[in-house]
């Protein structure tokens, strides 16, 4: 008998557009992978999605959700609550892994190289800088870049952007980490590969992720063999730190200023990583020999409850 699963898609945070494209790519990759799928395109009513969810009657759940109420443990919530099994991780690490400053905190006590930072109000932003330039201002629980300044020598914009903040009062302040943008996916127990993310202007911010020649992929991402192994077994280690299931992605900064071997510092794990073709953790599962159904099949089958 064909599994029905229904794919969760679009929601209400700033990420609904990329979501819609992954949930679209998803829906596509399912049916051919011999799925019966049901699309539900999320929106602010959650009586309607539950209802939805409800008449669709899955097997299995495919959140393809990005953002806040998304891949932060709220959409899991519901989830557990109506019993259904779903992809990806569950609330508790789901939670931690969208608060920065608590995954910090998850990283850090598992030994893991982390940034130099603190946590600020906007007021105490807009007062003096937290910490020496260069450093990086960004919400606690936003993804996908959305929010992040860098501010540096002779930039005159830290009271405006103190004032004009419009996210969690709780503002994360990092040191500026030099270097290259990497970043490693991992499937279930298994590091995937090193791709070198090459923005096409400035740094890796929403632009350059989603608008078209934003950013170049490199994969494998040419560093020295020990790093790339290093990058690999940082990025298993803090998917378990924080508990993780199924898929995630940690994006790292690699500071080889100074020549190799360099320093590695992990910025934050996405336990919702974008899943069209393009994306990073399709590019590297396709890599090691992965089709993008084949990928989308093995997190249904891996999916879980609670």
Not at 91 to 107: P, V, Y
Request: glycine fraction near 10%; aromatic fraction near 6%.
């Amino acid at each position: 008998m064909t599994m029905r699963v229904a794919v969760l898609h679009g929601g209400i945070s700033a990420e609904r557009e990329v979501s819609l494209a992954t949930g679209g790519q998803v829906v596509a990759a399912l049916r051919l992978a011999g799925f019966d799928v049901v699309p539900i395109e999320v929106g602010a009513d959650l009586a309607a999605v539950i209802a939805a969810l409800q008449a669709a009657k899955p097997e299995v759940v495919f959140n393809a959700l990005h953002g806040r109420f998304g891949e932060d443990g709220c959409i899991q919530g519901v989830l557990d609550w109506l019993g259904l099994p779903y992809t990806h991780s569950g609330l508790r690490a789901s939670a931690i892994a969208m608060d920065k400053q608590a995954a910090k905190a998850a990283f850090a006590a598992a030994g893991l190289p982390v940034a130099e930072g603190r946590i600020v109000s906007p007021e105490e932003l807009e007062a003096e800088d937290p910490l020496p330039r260069p450093y990086v201002v960004k919400p606690v629980n936003e993804g996908s870049s959305v929010g992040v300044e860098i501010l540096r020598d002779g930039d005159n914009r830290r009271a405006d952007i103190a004032r004009a903040w419009r996210f969690d009062r709780r503002i994360m302040a990092e040191a500026f980490i030099p270097g290259r943008e990497l970043t490693v996916a991992v499937m279930g127990d298994r590091p995937l590969e090193v791709t070198e993310i090459l923005p096409a202007a400035g740094f890796y911010d929403y632009e350059a992720k989603y608008a078209d020649g934003g950013s170049r992929h490199v994969l494998p991402a040419p560093v020295a063999p020990a790093i790339r192994d290093q990058a690999m077994d940082i990025a298993l280690r803090a998917h378990r730190a924080l508990g993780c299931r199924g898929v995630s992605r940690a994006d790292f900064r690699y500071d080889d200023t100074a020549g190799e071997p360099g320093r590695l510092v992990i910025l934050e794990v996405n336990t919702q990583p974008g899943m069209t073709r393009t994306s990073l953790v399709p590019e590297q599962a396709a890599h090691v020999g992965i089709a993008f159904p084949e990928l989308c099949a093995w997190m249904v089958r891996e999916a879980r409850h609670g």
